[in-house]
């Protein structure tokens, strides 16, 4: 077994390496969903039906399995010092929100600015 999700899986399944292998196309799916930032419909159907996977990771998620599983995948490398916790991110490809433009003017924002009374 050459990884935590293995040996996760090997712990789970009930002795039958079929349960094995579709635990790890879960957990698979599960990354590339997030990876590639798609909808869990747009998940590719060779993972399986998109609801299941849905489920799966909600379950997981509720229970405290992804976060074991995230924590035995990572304890290798950061003992070893491979992890670097630093991101960098690019401010250019951040963008405002489209009302983050209207900025208030005196006190009232530009689309509700009434009308200057004659008089």
Known sequence: MCCPADRFAAAKADGGSGAKLRLRAILNAIVWKFRAGVAWRDVSERYG?????????????????????????????????????????????????????????????????TAPTVG
């Open 49 to 113: 039906p998109w609801a299941t996977l849905h489920n799966r990771f909600r379950r997981w998620a509720a229970n405290g399995t992804l976060d074991r599983m995230l924590r035995a995948g990572q304890a290798r490398p950061e003992s070893a010092g491979d992890i670097d916790w630093l991101v960098p991110v690019d401010s250019t490809i951040l963008r405002a929100h489209r009302h983050a433009a209207a900025a208030q003017i005196r006190g009232c924002s530009r689309l509700h600015r």
